[in-house]
C-alpha cells in the first residue's frame, strides 16, 4: 500500500497538518511528514518530491501559508497528485494562500482545499490511492457511514431537546 507524504514550510503549521497525519493512520494508511521550504531550502523539496514514487509514496500533501508556493513547487518536480492546504495566519487569514495554491498555471496542476483543511486533504489523499486498494474503498465507505450514522444521532437528540 502507498504512503502519502505530508509536507509543510515550517514547523509551525505542523497544528493544522497534523490533523492530516492523524486521519490518513485512522484509515491505516501511513504517511512521511517533512518540513522543508520552497525558498530555505528548495533543494530539499526537489529532492523529497523527485525521489517520493521510488519511496513509496502515492499522493503528497503540502500545507503553506502567505504566498504559499511550497505546493506548486512540489508538483513542479513530480507527476504525483499533489494537495494543497492553505494554512491560515497573517493579516489575510489564509485568503492570500488559498489564491496562491488555487490559480496554479496551466499544465502543473494542484487539487486546493479549504484554508486549513487537512483532514479534508487527508482523505481525498486516501480517495485517490482507494481506486487500486479495495480494502481502503471500504475504510473509506465504513468513515462514511459513521459520519452519516453521527449526524442522525444528533439530529435525533435536537429533536427530543426541541420538544421538551
Known amino acids: 500500500m502507498s504512503r502519502v507524504g505530508i509536507i509543510m514550510g515550517s514547523d509551525s ?8 497525519h492523524k486521519q490518513l493512520m485512522e484509515l491505516g494508511l501511513k504517511s512521511e511528514v517533512l518540513v522543508a521550504s520552497a525558498h530555505r531550502n528548495p533543494e530539499t523539496v526537489r529532492e523529497f518530491a523527485q525521489g517520493a514514487r521510488a519511496g513509496g509514496i502515492g499522493v503528497i500533501i503540502a500545507g503553506a501559508g502567505a504566498a504559499a508556493h511550497l505546493p506548486g513547487v512540489v508538483a513542479s518536480f513530480t507527476t504525483l497528485p499533489v494537495i494543497g492546504v492553505p494554512i491560515s495566519g497573517g493579516p489575510f487569514k489564509g485568503v492570500e494562500a488559498l489564491l496562491s495554491i488555487v490559480q496554479m498555471p496551466p499544465g502543473i496542476p494542484v ?25 481502503l474503498a471500504a475504510k473509506l465507505a465504513d468513515f462514511r457511514a459513521k459520519q452519516a450514522e453521527a449526524v442522525k444521532a444528533k439530529n435525533e437528540a435536537l429533536q427530543i431537546k426541541i420538544a421538551q
Do not use: S
Not at 487539487?111 to 480494502?135: H, P, Q, R, S, Y
Open 13 to 20: 503549521d505542523w497544528p493544522i497538518m497534523e490533523a492530516a
Open 111 to 135: 487539487a486546493t482545499m479549504a484554508v486549513d483543511g487537512a483532514k479534508n486533504a487527508a482523505l481525498f489523499a486516501a480517495a485517490i490511492l482507494a481506486v487500486g486498494d479495495e480494502a
